[in-house]
């Protein structure tokens, strides 16, 4: 089993940045690769970003590319989504997610295991 903890949401300004932080914990032996994704209510839930294990290789939504950044410490067992230039519309609930093996997945269902959220609100 594997358990995840986000961190670092908040209300901030348009224009402005947060870095999320997901805490992997539980078998981190094991290969994971990971993604961010958020939801607002009454919506499905979103693909933000994703990371895979082997290589870092990255693969992003098209509304983030080159605001957020997703990156990870293997030797720390720690995710990071940087986002920078935040709009209103980015305000949600992200959820940090991580699939066994190492291919990333922008499709929640290919997902495992899920963190709690995390509330992000920007206003304008």
């Known amino acids: 089993q594997v358990q995840l903890a986000e961190s670092g949401g908040g209300l901030v300004q348009a224009g402005g940045s947060l870095s999320l932080s997901c805490a992997v914990s539980?078998?981190?032996?094991?290969?994971?690769?990971m993604g961010w994704f958020r939801q607002v209510p009454g919506k499905a839930r979103e693909f933000v970003a994703a990371?895979?294990?082997?290589?870092?290789?990255?693969f992003y939504v098209d509304s983030v590319k080159g605001r957020f950044t997703i990156s990870r410490d293997n030797t720390k067992n720690t995710v990071i989504l940087q986002m920078n230039s935040l709009k209103p519309e980015d305000t949600a609930v992200y959820y940090c997610?991580?699939?066994?093996?190492?291919?990333?997945?922008?499709?929640?269902?290919?997902?495992?295991?899920w963190g709690q959220g995390t509330q992000v609100t920007v206003s304008s």
């Open positions: 997610a991580a699939r066994n093996g190492w291919r990333i997945s922008a499709r929640s269902s290919d997902y495992e295991y």
């Open positions: 539980g078998r981190t032996s094991s290969t994971y690769a």
């Open positions: 990371i895979n294990w082997s290589d870092s290789r990255t």
